[in-house]
């Protein structure tokens, strides 16, 4: 009963790690994979103010989707002394401007 746990546990496994093989040779690297869309260019980033020992920042990349799909990258980083955390957000070309308007909106003053 353990060698079956233990081959069913080495197929989930290796199957796991054969997908994320696969998605990071299609789109060009482990971050592109992260996407879900190859990274033609980054825009720009962000550094958000520092909550303590806690860094925060803010990454804009230009992706392409399948096809000839535009897609946009937000890629949300935090850092502290002991930790990283990388957060990958896909936008569609709408939703990227819904979000921008609403940037636009919170920096009026009122």
């Given at each position: ?72 990258g937000i890629e949300l980083v935090a850092t502290s002394s002991l930790s990283y955390k990388m957060v990958p ?22």
């Open positions: 009963m353990d060698f079956v746990a233990a081959t069913i546990f080495v197929i989930v496994f290796a199957t796991v790690i054969g997908y994320f093989a696969y998605r990071i040779l299609r789109y060009g690297g482990f971050k592109a994979a992260m996407f879900g869309a190859s990274i033609e260019h980054t825009v720009g980033e962000v550094i958000g103010e520092n909550q303590g020992s806690l860094s925060v920042a803010l990454r804009v990349h230009s992706l392409r989707g399948d096809g000839l799909q535009k897609l946009i957000i896909t936008l569609s070309v709408t939703q990227a401007q819904r979000l921008a308007s609403m940037l636009e909106d919170a920096t009026r003053t009122r």
